[in-house]
Each structure stands twice: as C-alpha cells, then as structure tokens.
C-alpha cells in the first residue's frame, strides 16, 4: 500500500473462464499449490480438488458454482474465482465477471475453442476485464497451439500476443517488441532512436494488456504441472490494479450465499475506501449494520474488522442487497445479460405447504434471481425458470440437502414473452367503500429487449410525489402477465400521465390496485403480440454442405450473415 496517496496496489482478483471440462479447476489447484495456499494437490477426478468441494460438483465431475480462493504471490494478495464451465450454469459465470480484475481464458489444446468459449469472450469484452488465455492440456495427443491460436486469431481478436517464448521476467524478445511496437507509434519512434529499454517498454504493455488492447497467451498443462509456475510469474509480472482506501466505501454485490447456521452472506467487491464491521453501509436508501466481515477461502473463511478497497469479501448482517447492487456510494445497479428461456414447474407432495415449499425457493432465487421464480396464482403451480436440465437436476438435488425436500419438475417449457404492438391508455379506477385511487397510463411498444422503462409526466398538483412514487413501485415490484397467455409483459414504455388520490379515502394498496387495473385495461385496449426467444448462433461445417444449409436455414425462416470461409471449412452466422 501506497501510504502517501491512499492508494492500494496489493489486491488483484482472477477470474478463471472457460467451456465445461477445459481445465479451469484443475488450473486454479495448482496455482493455489505453488503459492502455498493449499498443502495437498487434489484432483476433480479424485473427487478432493479445492474449489469443487460442494457434494454436487463432487459426484458430477463439474463446477456448479462460482467459489473462490485466496493465496498471496510476491507482495500481492491475489483473489482467485473459479467459474462453471457449463451452459446451464452461464448466469454464475456471469455474475462473477464484474469482481475480477483480470479475467483467465482456458482453452483446451486439444479441443480448441469451443461453444462456451464464444460466450465467455463476448462478456468479457461487454464488461471491459482484460484478459489472458491459456492453452491447457498440451499433454494431450493432438494438442496444437499453433491451431488454437490460429483460432483465437480468427473467432476472438488479432489482438493475441504467444508470450510463453517471448517473455521472460519482463524481458522480451525480437518478436514481442515488433508486436507491441506495432500498436504504439511514439514507442515505435523511442526505438529507433534509443533501442530497446526495458523498463518502457513493459510499462506501456502492461498498459495495453489492462486497456484490452493486447491480450497475452500462454500455454501449459494444469493436470502435468507444465508452465504453470512460469504463468503465475508473469501474471504477475504483467498485471496491476489502483484502488483508493481513502475515498468514500463503494462496492459491487456479486453473490449471496447462507451458511449452514442459515446466515445471509452478502459477497461485495469493494471498489472504494474501507468498510469495517459494525458499520453501517447504504443500500440504495436503506441502511444495515454490517454485524460480520469474511474474507472466504473455499468454504473455509476467516473474519476480519476492517476491509480494504479491491478486496472481496461476504458480509453479515445485510438482509436487503441483492446480487448487482451498488453498496456505499455507488448507486448504479447491475443488468445481466444471460437470460434463461426455459421454464418448469415444480411438482411436490401435495401435503406439503406451498408457502414453506416457495420459501425455500425464494432462498434459492437470492442466490441465484436467473430462477425468477413465480406462483402463478391462475394455474395454481410454482414455476422455476432455467437455462437447461442439468440445472433441474441440480436444484433437484439442492432442495432435499438443504431443506429436507423432495421435489421433482414437470417438462421444460420455453418461457414466452408478450408485450405490445401499438401505443394505448389504460385507466385505472378503485373506489370500494372507504378506498380511493385513479391511474391512467400511457402504454408503448419499447425496442426488443428494453424491458418495462417507467416515465412519468403527472403534475404533483394532481398527485403527492409520494403517490407518484408509489405508482412506480408497483409497475416494478413483480412481473405482470399479458392478456394472450399470461406470460410476463415486456418492452413497454409506461408513462403515468395523472391520478388522484383522497384525502381521508386513499389508503395502503390502493394505487397497487389502480395501477394493475390501469394496466390490465391497457393492455385490452390494443394489439398484442406473443414473443419466443431466439438464439444466435454459429455452425462451423464442410464447405461441401453449405448450399444445403443455406437453403435449410431459409425453409425454416432464419437469417444468416455473410458465410466466412477459413481452412475447408465454412462458417455461418444465422438469427431468426
Ligand atoms: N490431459 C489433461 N487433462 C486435464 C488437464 N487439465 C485438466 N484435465 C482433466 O480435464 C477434466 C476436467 O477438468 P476440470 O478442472 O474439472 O475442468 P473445468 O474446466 O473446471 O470443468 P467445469 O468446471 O465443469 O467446467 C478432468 O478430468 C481433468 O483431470 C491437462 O492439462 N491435461
Ligand atoms: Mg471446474
């Protein structure tokens, strides 16, 4: 730590990335094992590695959530997260994308880049992290890392630089300076004037790697112990993180978790200042006394009284933070972009109850909100939504570990949408005896994926800002269903335009009442549309077979991009 300025260089957070089975957990071992963070090296196939030490993740051979290690390396402490690599479980993955620092990229030497891999590129470059590759598995019969860059070169970025040869302790070879001179023009001119300097030259790639300009690769494999120890070294070497403890407390929420004793725990990366335990700490509005700091190490955790900037830890004691909010100062709230577009219904024993039977899924829904979960009240039945079955299968298993309950689930159905196809006005009115509310609402069709956006243009002479407030509230609180088929509405534009209330009439509920009314009214009065999600995806096929896939994709009414042809094989980009 800098004690002059305040600012802390000491704490770096690694996110590990990959598609399923590629090697991140058994890459995440060794580390923690070369820096003495663990004593004994385990195995995934031995069932004792580190991180995958949930039951679950143990018997399946997979990663199902997102935990993380800590260990110290030079004079950093590093943070390290482990994420699955498979698809159902993208939305952990995603989740923990915006705590890292610096993001690891693993892709198999033998299989190349793979489905996932595609994923996990696209959001990283969405959240900005920079990002190393390793080319894992080079063992393997059949491993190419010339191949695999090759491939990185062509599906992810030009940008890749091959260091496991070029880069030693900060020296780098012919072949690297050429590279790096390439993409900076006063370096460039330094060069041929005063030759290489150290010193320079690897401040300004450190500075190309954090702006994502440059992305370096090493390779290695994490089961032999091959260049793992050199790729630690100059992970180090190349990265570096500023944070200011002196500001004011900020922090991200990542993920929330409840131990055994059944204890909130709310993971926060903190971006800003320091937080100690018994203070209190602003969510949105709302302040909660921070009652226990851990700072976690698999599902081990020590507790400390004071945390720093760029440090992740779980509190207890907040009970109102959910994942992607803003703690402190920073106000700004997360948006994810995975969505699941699958949906089943949860099937249990009709003597139990189904407040106790949705309150554990509300638990679990904390720690995951993908699983929106919905008791819909006109089929009478509790619906999870999902990103596959394998999920099902894990939530399944979840349910009777940690709460004692046998649940199953009905077939998965793809979760529809419905919004608008015209502008309208609904009218809301509640009038029973002793309550008063009126709403009147503007409804518009929004652009795909904008979800529900909340306008309001109501004179405070027709209405408090308390009432107008609580108009929003409602609009916000839960999905409301669409008049086709009951799913969940979306891509509206709601703008309040006035409403009145009574003075001695109005009372608690009653905008809730005149706003759905105002809705469901809307709602009737126009065109609606039903809206099935779609993918967008890539086929990689023999050259030979493209006219028959260009005019399959065409019967059945897709779209596709320009076909890119590389080696014998062709890709096409299609969406509906
Ligand atoms: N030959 C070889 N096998 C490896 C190497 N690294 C990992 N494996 C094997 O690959 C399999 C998957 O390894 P994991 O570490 O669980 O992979 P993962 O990426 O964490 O998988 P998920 O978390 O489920 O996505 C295991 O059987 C490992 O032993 C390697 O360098 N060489
Ligand atoms: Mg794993």
Not at 128 to 133: A, G, H, I, M, R
Not at 306 to 325: N, Y
Request: aromatic residues 10%; proline residues 2%; hydrophobic residues 35%.
């Amino acid at each position: 730590m800098n004690h002059f300025t305040g600012e802390i260089e000491m704490n770096k957070t690694i996110g590990i990335l990959a598609h399923v089975d590629a090697g991140k957990t058994t890459f995440a071992e060794q580390i923690l094992y070369h820096t003495n963070s663990i004593k004994n090296r385990g195995r995934v196939d031995h069932k004792n590695s580190f991180l995958d030490s949930h039951n679950i993740e143990k018997e399946r051979g997979i990663t199902v959530f997102s935990d993380q290690a800590v260990f110290d390396y030079n004079s950093s402490t590093y943070y390290l997260i482990d994420t699955p690599g498979h698809v159902d479980f993208s939305s952990e993955m995603e989740r923990a994308i915006k705590a890292m620092d610096y993001a690891v990229v693993i892709i198999s030497g033998a299989e190349g880049v793979q489905g996932q891999t595609e994923i996990v590129w696209e959001l990283l470059r969405k959240y900005e992290v920079p990002t190393f590759f390793f080319i894992n598995k080079t063992d393997r019969i059949g491993a190419n890392i010339q191949a695999v860059l090759e491939e990185i070169r062509l599906n992810f970025t030009k940008e890749v630089c091959y260091i496991t040869d070029s880069f030693n302790d900060g020296e780098m070879n012919l072949e690297l300076i050429e590279f790096i001179a390439e993409r900076d023009d006063i370096l460039f001119e330094k060069y041929l004037e005063e030759g290489y300097k150290k010193g320079i030259w690897l401040t300004c790639m450190k500075k190309m790697i954090k702006e994502n300009k440059i992305f370096p690769c090493l390779s290695g494999s994490a089961l032999q112990d091959i260049g793992i120890d050199s790729f630690l070294k100059n992970l180090d070497i190349l990265t570096y993180t500023k944070y200011c403890d002196e500001e004011q407390f900020s922090g991200q929420v990542y993920k929330i978790r409840h131990d055994e004793q059944g204890n909130r725990l709310t993971y926060i990366k903190a971006l800003s200042g320091t937080l100690k335990v018994r203070e209190e700490v602003a969510i949105d509005n709302i302040y909660e006394k921070v009652s226990q700091i851990r700072i976690y190490n698999g599902h081990k955790f020590k507790t400390v009284d004071k945390v720093f900037a760029g440090e992740l830890f779980a509190v207890v004691g907040l009970s109102s933070a959910i994942i992607g909010d803003g703690v402190g100062t920073l106000k700004e709230k997360l948006n994810y972009e995975i969505v699941t577009t699958l949906k089943s219904k949860v099937i249990f024993d009709k003597s139990l109850n189904i407040k106790d039977v949705l309150t554990y899924f509300k638990i679990l829904e904390e720690e995951d909100p993908a699983l929106n979960i919905i008791w819909d009240e006109r089929l009478r039945e509790l619906q999870v939504h999902i990103m596959g079955i394998i999920q099902l299968e894990i939530l399944k298993q979840l349910m009777e570990e940690r709460f004692n309950l046998i649940v199953d689930f009905g077939p998965c159905e793809i979760a529809y949408k419905e919004t608008i196809l015209t502008k309208t006005t609904g009218y809301g009115h509640f009038e029973p005896l002793g309550h008063y509310a009126e709403v009147h609402l503007r409804l518009e069709p929004g652009p795909r994926d904008s979800g529900i956006i909340f306008h309001n243009t109501c004179h405070t002479d027709n209405l408090t800002v308390g009432n107008q407030n609580l108009v929003k509230t409602h609009i916000y609180e839960r999905d409301h269903r669409g008049i086709l088929t009951g799913s969940p509405i979306t891509d509206l534009k709601i703008t309040l335009l006035t409403g009145r209330a009574h003075n001695k009439h109005t009372s608690g509920g009653d905008f809730r009442e005149a706003t759905l009314r105002a809705l469901r009214q809307g709602l009737g009065n126009t065109k609606n549309v039903l809206l099935e999600p779609y993918y967008r995806f890539k086929m990689e096929v023999d050259l030979d077979y493209m006219g028959r896939i260009l005019s399959d994709i065409q019967k059945l009414n897709g779209l596709f991009e320009a076909p890119q042809t590389f080696y014998n094989k062709v890709t096409h980009i299609i969406h509906r």
